[in-house]
């Protein structure tokens, strides 16, 4: 278990609260979407949890992560690719005139 997550299981015995999670349909300990509003467990099946401050947790639900998974765009600097190779270059050549 990752160091996050031993944190997660802790902030959530603090926080959440026993109901239903709407996507397992048991009663667990549960902590409310940031988006939607929907009580989620935390199992991996029905949300993302992040470490959030005040020692809370921020849940997102497994439908909110699809679409903010959909609305995400990337975005390539192309420009600070050119220059992060151009140090490449210059480093690996600099070091073939040593050798």
Same mark, same amino acid.
């Given at each position: 278990? #990752?160091?996050?997550?031993? !944190?997660?299981?802790?902030?959530?015995?603090?926080?959440?609260?026993?109901?239903?999670?709407? #996507?397992?349909?048991?009663?667990?300990?549960?902590?409310?979407?940031?988006?939607?509003?929907?009580?989620?467990?935390? *199992? /991996?099946?029905?949300?993302?949890?992040?470490? *959030? *401050?005040?020692?809370?947790?921020?849940?997102?639900?497994? /439908?909110? /992560?699809?679409? #903010?998974? /959909? !609305?995400?765009?990337?975005?390539?600097?192309?420009?600070?690719?050119?220059?992060?190779?151009?140090?490449?270059?210059?480093? #690996?050549?600099?070091?073939?005139?040593?050798?």
């Amino acid at each position: 278990m #990752y160091q996050d997550e031993e !944190e997660i299981k802790n902030l959530l015995e603090r926080v959440s609260e026993l109901y239903l999670c709407e #996507y397992c349909e048991k009663k667990k300990l549960t902590v409310q979407c940031e988006r939607c509003g929907a009580s989620v467990c935390s *199992h /991996q099946e029905c949300s993302i949890l992040f470490p *959030h *401050h005040n020692n809370s947790v921020l849940a997102i639900c497994k /439908q909110c /992560q699809n679409l #903010y998974n /959909q !609305e995400i765009k990337v975005y390539i600097d192309t420009e600070k690719i050119s220059n992060i190779k151009k140090k490449a270059r210059t480093i #690996y050549f600099k070091q073939k005139e040593k050798e």
